[in-house]
């Protein structure tokens, strides 16, 4: 089974930055899309930000132009720049990867979820 670890999260300010990463451990596996996902309390998780094997790109109305996603395929591992950071993007942002095993299966993985907490 592949493992997604995330890292970044933290405590910034209103109007910082953070960067998130999440690597994928594990063999005999390719990844496919790949995107971050947040929860605030009380809410539903939404997807946040997406990039397929491709590097085509895509997210949700309220980071564009604030947050990038990126990925680096050698090293298994997508990234997510949030700058200009606000109160409302606090929650715990999850990875998440759509998987291909040399097998042929498919299967979707998450990460355990980092917490972003944003002050005002």
């Known amino acids: 089974q592949v493992q997604l670890v995330e890292s970044g999260g933290g405590l910034v300010q209103a109007g910082g930055s953070l960067r998130l990463s999440c690597a994928a451990s594990g063999s005999g596996f390719s990844l496919l899309g790949m995107g971050w996902y947040r929860q605030a309390p009380g809410k539903e998780r939404e997807l946040v930000a997406s990039i397929t094997s491709g590097g085509n790109t895509n997210y949700v109305d309220s980071v564009k132009g604030r947050f990038t996603i990126s990925r680096d395929n050698a090293k298994n591992t997508v990234y997510l720049q949030m700058s200009s950071l606000k109160p409302e993007d606090t929650a715990v942002y999850y990875c998440?990867?759509?998987?291909?095993?040399?097998?042929?299966?498919?299967?979707?993985?998450w990460g355990q979820g980092t917490q972003v907490t944003v002050s005002s």
């Open positions: 998440n990867a759509d998987v291909r095993t040399y097998s042929g299966s498919y299967y979707p993985s």
